[in-house]
Each structure stands twice: as structure tokens, then as C-alpha cells.
């Protein structure tokens, strides 16, 4: 098998507050290889997004921090670099697509320069030669006029220029990992198609690994080779995304999946959302965190944690080895 490029183990992020520790991010491990992308999938809180900032070293301090676990990239821990070397790393050769861009991008800068910056710094190349890259850049992700859009400003575009802007900056020094948050949220859906058609080309012709941050199932079931589903911070189901969609085991997944709507079924048939509220991070008992909104709850969800097992295959029966729930409810559905 190809050597993953990101392999994460154990991955606990805390953050401390007034109300007491928020365990964000809750023993999390996942690998992702070259050429692939993997979608990261849940509700708001779930922890999709601070485990992407803790891959990238941006946990803010004092009141957060990485408790432990591992964070291997190309064969290097990067829990063990200081700032210089992250710096060297984070921009370069790996590259994050934030979901907010006006809160991400320096309002006193140009885009162009924005754009220009980490060619310049990372590559090495002069600043003209960085400046015209950066107007093919924006070409590329389907801005009108890009070279003369070089000089205007973040107030000057908007939210959906600003969202292609963002992601121009992250293909700037062709990283081998980029992480996708929720790329396309301020798109219209035929520009979204093309942004995206753009990550998963350049995931499989250049051999970038892609970690994709959304709530779309319709983006997952399109783009998405493997998936990762969260809750309360802990991964609760991974899979293939053929075999997510083919045979979701985890309550929560199907919940996910039968609040949404589906064209190859019977419109007819109302949306069944999932009752509740996510948990409160502060207040997680000892056993799964989705107990109060599972209607198929047992005694032993209340006491224990349960562990990420192989899920049954529907015809032999055999634990898989590439499809894990975390639950204690182990027939079929």
C-alpha cells in the first residue's frame, strides 16, 4: 500500500475555560495517502475544524493546547517542531482553505500580494514572477479579469470571489496536503462544482492529499474517496465513502443520512431530523457522547465508551478491516 502522507494518532486538543476543560478534539486517528481525499463529516462542534487547526499548529494559547497524540507528515511528528519549522511547513507544504476568507485575509493587503507572498517566500522566486503566478492562480479558480484584479483589496471582492481568492493562496506553492474547510460555502453551485473539480484534479494528477471539512453529504457522495464521521469530538464511523453511503452503521450516520434529501427516493417522504442537541463538550459522561439523541441506546452506551470495531460485512459476516463504527449495537440494519 502507498505510504500516507498525513497519518494522525491519538490526537486529544483541549481547550480551557470558565465553564470548565472542552475536550475539542477526543483521541482521533485517521491516515490520508497520496492522490486521496478524505471528508471529514458532522455537526457544528463536532471538532471537524479544530482538528485541522491542530494538524496546523494554530491551537490558540493559553487556552488551548494539544494534549497528546501524534501528528506524522511525510515521516516527521509535527507536534516536535518549534514555530520556524511549522512556518516552513504551514503555507507550503500544506495549505489550509479557511472557511471564513474575510476574516482570513489581511485587510491592508492586496490580493495580489497575498497571493504572491508565499511563492515569493517559500519558492523563492522573484516578486514580479510570484505576482504573475498569482494572476494565473486566480484565473484558475474562475475569477474574471485576473491580472487586473491583482490590485484590489478583500472589500473589493465579493464573498464568493473572496472564498476563490482563499483557495488560489492555497494551490499557490502546489502543497502535497491541502485541508479544505468548507470551501465552497459562500458559492453558487456551479462555481462550488468547478472549485472542486479543481481540488480533486489536482489531488489525483499531482498526488496532493485532501482532507475536506463539510456538512454536504452531496459533496462527500461526489468527491470524497474515504469519510470520517464526528461527534462530540470522537471519530465515530470511517469508511470508504461507497460504503458509507451503501451500508451506514453508526446511528448517527444514518441519522445524518436520513435528514437530508434524496433524489433516487420518494420525495413524498418527509425528512426525519435528529432530535436533540449536540452535547455540551464540558459535561461529557463516561459512555457515548450520542446517548441522549439515540433511540437505540443500551444499558452499556450509558457506562462505557465504546471503541471503533470492524463493521460486519452484509453478506459473510466477517469483521472489516476498512469499514469501523464506534458503537455496542453490532447487528445489521
Known amino acids: 500500500m502507498t505510504q500516507p502522507i498525513l497519518q494522525v494518532r491519538d490526537l ?5 475555560t470558565d465553564r470548565g476543560v ?17 471528508a471529514i463529516v458532522g455537526e457544528s462542534g463536532s471538532g471537524k475544524s479544530v482538528t485541522a487547526l491542530s494538524i496546523l499548529g494554530l491551537i490558540p494559547a493559553p487556552g488551548g ?8 507528515f511525510e515521516g516527521q511528528d509535527l507536534l516536535r517542531l518549534g514555530p520556524r519549522g511549522m512556518r516552513a511547513i504551514r503555507g507550503n507544504r500544506i495549505a489550509m482553505i479557511f472557511q471564513e ?13 497575498q497571493i504572491a507572498e508565499p511563492i515569493h517566500l517559500h519558492r523563492g522566486l522573484p516578486w514580479k514572477t510570484a505576482l504573475g503566478m498569482a494572476g494565473e492562480l486566480l484565473g484558475k479558480v474562475q475569477i474574471p479579469e485576473p491580472q487586473g484584479r491583482l490590485s484590489a483589496y478583500p472589500h473589493q471582492f465579493s464573498g464568493g470571489m473572496r472564498q476563490r481568492a482563499m483557495i488560489a493562496m492555497a494551490l499557490a506553492c502546489e502543497p502535497r496536503l491541502i485541508i479544505a474547510d468548507e ?5 453558487d453551485v456551479t462555481v462550488q462544482a468547478q472549485i472542486l473539480d479543481l481540488l480533486k ?3 489525483e494528477r499531482m498526488g496532493t492529499a485532501l ?18 464521521v464526528m461527534y462530540g469530538g470522537r471519530l465515530v464511523e470511517t469508511a470508504s465513502a461507497e460504503a458509507l453511503y451503501r451500508q451506514p452503521a453508526h446511528p448517527y450516520t444514518r441519522g445524518l443520512m436520513a435528514s437530508v434529501p ?7 417522504e418527509p425528512l426525519v431530523p435528529i432530535e436533540g442537541q449536540p452535547p455540551d463538550l464540558t459535561a461529557l459522561g463516561p459512555g457515548c457522547a450520542f446517548l441522549p439523541r439515540c433511540k437505540q441506546a443500551i444499558d452499556q452506551c450509558r457506562s462505557a465508551r465504546p471503541p471503533l470495531l470492524g463493521v460486519p460485512d452484509a453478506a459473510t459476516r466477517q469483521l472489516s478491516d476498512q469499514h469501523f463504527k464506534a458503537c455496542f449495537l453490532h447487528e445489521l440494519h
Open 12 to 16: 486529544t486538543t483541549r481547550f480551557r
Open 22 to 38: 472542552v475536550t475539542a478534539v477526543d483521541q482521533v486517528s485517521f491516515d490520508v495517502a497520496p492522490g486521496e481525499t478524505l
Open 65 to 72: 493546547s494539544i494534549d497528546s497524540g501524534e501528528i506524522v
Open 101 to 113: 476568507p474575510m476574516s482570513s485575509m489581511n485587510p491592508a493587503l492586496t490580493i495580489g500580494k
Open 183 to 187: 470551501p465552497t460555502t459562500a458559492l
Open 201 to 203: 484534479d489536482l489531488a
Open 211 to 228: 482532507i475536506l471539512i463539510t456538512h454536504d453529504l452531496g459533496v462527500v457522495a461526489r468527491y470524497a474517496d474515504r469519510v470520517a
Open 262 to 268: 434524496r433524489i433516487d427516493g420518494d420525495t413524498r
